[in-house]
Each structure stands twice: as structure tokens, then as C-alpha cells.
Nanobody, 120 residues
């Protein structure tokens, strides 16, 4: 079955860095773009970054451009989100996700999330 497992979150001071990992299984990882979302308590989900299936194309929301870098290693079925110069407003639960074709149906999947807290 399709599975995503995020890791790497934690508590970091403003200006610090974290690297999130997203280990995927149960599907052909190299066929699909991977999305990174974040969600703060009581707020809607926000799409932070996308990496294409090859890793050659990436997109970011404006608030993280120049600070976050999304990448992937298709040989390891893993995606990454490198987060530098973290700010308090980056505090959220971060999820990786993809929409997977199963038969003729496109199904969304995501992991359980990893908490990122930016605080002094």
C-alpha cells in the first residue's frame, strides 16, 4: 500500500535550519511529483513546495523562496525539504503527499506529518 513517512522535524531557534525527509513506498516513486504542505493548528493547509518526478523542476510559495529547497532521491524513494533561515511563521506540521494513479482512479496520499517549531 502507498505510504509516506516524514521525519526530521523539531524545535529550532529563529534563523536555524532543519532538513525534513519523506520516505515513500508502495508505488513507483519516480513517476510522481511530490508536494510538501504545512498546516498550523486551526488554519488551512498551505502548499509550500513541489518537486517534479525527475527532480529537475521545483516550485515554492513566495514566503519560502530563497530559504527552502525541495529535492528528491529516486534511488532511495525519498524526498527532502531543506529549510534554512527559519522564522516563527514557519511553525507548523509539515506533510509530504502525492496523487497516485491506481487503476483508473487518482488517489491522494499523505504522511502523518512532522512538527516544526521555530521559537527562541
Amino acid at each position: 500500500q502507498v505510504q509516506f513517512v516524514e521525519s526530521g522535524g523539531g524545535l529550532v531557534q529563529p534563523g536555524g535550519s532543519l532538513r525534513l525527509s519523506c520516505a515513500a513506498s508502495g508505488f513507483t516513486f519516480s513517476n510522481y511529483p511530490i508536494n510538501w504542505y504545512r498546516q498550523e493548528p486551526g488554519k488551512g493547509r498551505e502548499l509550500v513546495a513541489i518537486v517534479s518526478n525527475t527532480g529537475y523542476s521545483t516550485n515554492y510559495i513566495d514566503s519560502v523562496k530563497g530559504r527552502f529547497t525541495v529535492s528528491r532521491d529516486n534511488a532511495k524513494n525519498t524526498a527532502y525539504l531543506q529549510m534554512n533561515d527559519l522564522k516563527s511563521e514557519d511553525t507548523a506540521v509539515y506533510y509530504c503527499s502525492a496523487v497516485i494513479l491506481e487503476g483508473t482512479e487518482w488517489q491522494p496520499y499523505r504522511g502523518q506529518g512532522t512538527q516544526v517549531t521555530v521559537s527562541s
